[in-house]
């Protein structure tokens, strides 16, 4: 599985937009693009998947350019409730095998 | 719709203790995994399991194991417990068919 490198930490003000880019150079044919959100002591929440070019849904928008070599998560108008940990992972079609790195740390300001 | 629950949700044990942690997938979902969490860390797997089989293994010692019943549930025992063994053990559940995973709220484990 591909190995991802992302920031380590983001500081943001309430009503920006988030841009958090990850990098996942040795990406394979099958794998897909896929981020998760964690709170403190709580589990990851599931936020975006995808394969290739832009994926948008209620929350985020993924956006992966044709080499998929990286991948950015885009949050748009964040609020104080969007402080948490976004984990970028790169997951092997049809597997529960995620491989998780330390992930970016998103603080939000007032 | 009840999502993933664990129990408990915290538990403190002394080196050697053996413990049975438990998990109760998402309704319709059928396979369940299991991950250690150290802190300011991020998740590692343990294993997955599906039609009360293990399906797939980390790099987690023999000292790790699992089971999952006919109704999905399923239960990490570690044994021999080691002060490294402390952390949050994150039960998470899926469709055998690449749906994305719903993780619980996971035990906290202390071990002293």
């Known amino acids: 599985l591909a190995k991802t490198t992302q920031p380590i930490s983001m500081d943001s003000y309430e009503g920006q937009e988030v841009n958090i880019t990850c990098s996942h150079n040795n990406i394979a044919t099958n794998d897909y693009i896929t981020w998760y959100q964690q709170f403190p002591s709580q589990g990851p929440r599931f936020i975006i998947q995808g394969y290739k070019t832009k994926v948008t849904n209620e929350v985020a928008s993924l956006f992966i350019p044709a080499d998929r070599k990286s991948s950015t998560l885009s949050l748009p108008r964040v609020s104080l409730s969007d402080t948490a940990v976004y984990y970028c992972l790169v997951v092997l079609y049809n597997t529960d095998k995620l491989i998780f790195g330390t992930g970016t740390r998103l603080q939000v300001f007032p | 719709d009840a999502g993933v629950t664990q129990s408990p949700t915290h538990l403190i044990k002394t080196r050697g203790q053996q413990v049975t942690l438990r998990c109760s997938p998402k309704?319709?979902?059928?396979?369940v995994s299991w991950y250690q969490q150290a802190l300011g860390q991020g998740p590692q797997f343990i294993f997955q399991y599906y039609e009360e089989e293990e399906r797939q293994r980390g790099n987690f010692p023999d000292r790790f194991s699992g089971h999952q019943f006919p109704n999905y549930s399923s239960e990490l025992n570690v044994n021999a417990l080691l002060l490294g063994d402390s952390a949050l053990y994150l039960c998470a559940s899926s469709l055998f068919d690449n749906s994305p995973l719903h993780f619980g709220n996971g035990t906290r484990l202390t071990v002293t």
């Open positions: 309704s319709g979902h059928d396979t």
